[in-house]
């Protein structure tokens, strides 16, 4: 049974960080993507960013370019994202991701899905 699950999420003023991670279990993910989603009340799931496997490769929504880092620490299973600069609209809940290529932008080539978290960027 493939796990995902997300934590670091919170309260946090404008300017302000958080670290996002994610910690997986159930199959070694060392040779799958992985990437970190958004969705704010009332819109569409939205691309953050995502890894490969070996943690060579990255890409970044522009939105958070610049802003957010993404990495991975394959010996714990482990995905984060450390998220600074934190603007209002980051508000919204992440959501962890798996998908069985290499590196992948899209939500239909997700496979694994976690919970999700919560952050919260006040102004």
């Known amino acids: 049974q493939v796990q995902l699950v997300e934590s670091g999420g919170g309260l946090v003023q404008a300017g302000g960080s958080l670290r996002l991670s994610c910690a997986a279990s159930?199959?070694?993910?060392?040779?799958?993507?992985m990437g970190w989603f958004r969705q704010a009340p009332g819109k569409e799931r939205e691309f953050v960013s995502a890894?490969?496997?070996?943690?060579?490769?990255?890409i970044y929504a522009s939105s958070v370019k610049g802003r957010f880092t993404i990495s991975r620490d394959n010996a714990k299973n482990m995905l984060y994202l450390q998220m600074n600069s934190l603007k209002p609209e980051d508000t919204a809940v992440y959501y962890c991701a798996v998908n069985l290529l290499i590196i992948a932008t899209m939500y239909g080539d997700y496979r694994y899905w976690g919970q999700g978290t919560q952050v919260t960027v006040s102004s």
């Open positions: 890894i490969s496997g070996n943690g060579g490769q990255t």
């Open positions: 159930g199959r070694t993910f060392s040779s799958y993507g």
